[in-house]
């Protein structure tokens, strides 16, 4: 459960963000339903908060409700079907398929989050995505309708999908047996990210998405001589120029600014407009509702 009130910052991995108006955390599908209904009854905006990896919210807080999935975290293994609901991390399963010898997560190494979150953005890297993993995904509407994809469907893209405005609460993976020493090929890939990633800073992973035509967004800002630039409490990363820290007492302007310094200097430089991959909620309103949602 989570304290009405509770803000944000303590679910983000960015530790930024004020409280939303109201906290939901559905204890089943059920009550997620319910939650939806409700919210489409009142014309409440309504968010899904995933592992909030990927997340910067605004100091004062979102409006509406904001849905947790603590109560979403159960986990099924038939063979080689693993079925998952949207609350389970994504790392711990991870190592739970990979101790049994299931391949297909562990290019996923390293990445954060839970289940629900990575699939709406279809996380991942040069590993592989989790979407080329998937065989079904359940879940709801905002209005509380339920929605059934089989993978084909899914839109599954460059850190994108058909989800994002959608609530998903179950995801089927195909994952395929191996005799490889994933554990070792895991050990690998985290080994080679802590090297070149801040990945114990409180960072939301890149900031950017790499351009299309095979640029990359770390190189370009790289060269716009963005590393190690501060504002306030945040700053661009010294080990790799597409990711911020929050080094203590970031706000949201903080990382806005730098953001929007970074943009600046690579589109001066480059002429490559950057596009955020990094989800943001700004507070829109101080008291009347907007309809917004997915997950981050
Ligand atoms: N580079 C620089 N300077 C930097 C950073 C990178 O010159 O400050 C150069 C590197 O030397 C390399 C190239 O840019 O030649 C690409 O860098 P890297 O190999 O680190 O990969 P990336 O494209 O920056 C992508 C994903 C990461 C993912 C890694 C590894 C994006 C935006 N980033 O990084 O995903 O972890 O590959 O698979 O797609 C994320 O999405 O949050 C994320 C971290």
Known sequence: MIAQGTPLSRHTSFKVGGPPDRWAVPASEEALRETLVRCAETGEAVRALGGGKNLLVDDRGVEGTVIGFAGLRA?????????AQAGVSL???????????????DGLAGVPGTVGGAVRMNAGGVHGTIGERVEWVRGFTLRGEPFSFAGPECGFRYRGSRFADLVIVEVGLRLSPSGEDLRARVKEIIAKK?????????TAGCTFKNPPGGESAG????????????????????????????TGGGTFGDIMGLIAEGRRRVREQSGVELELEVEVWPRVTEGAFAAVGGAA
């Open 75 to 83: 986990v099924r293994i038939d063979g080689d079907l693993v079925v």
């Open 91 to 105: 790392p711990a399963l991870m190592t739970r398929c990979v101790g049994r010898g299931l391949a297909g997560l």
């Open 194 to 202: 802590s090297a070149t990633q801040p990945l114990w800073s409180a």
């Open 219 to 246: 190189r370009l800002l790289d060269r716009a001589g963005v590393k190690g630039l501060v504002l306030g409490g945040a700053r661009y990363s010294t080990l790799h120029a597409n990711f911020i820290e929050n």
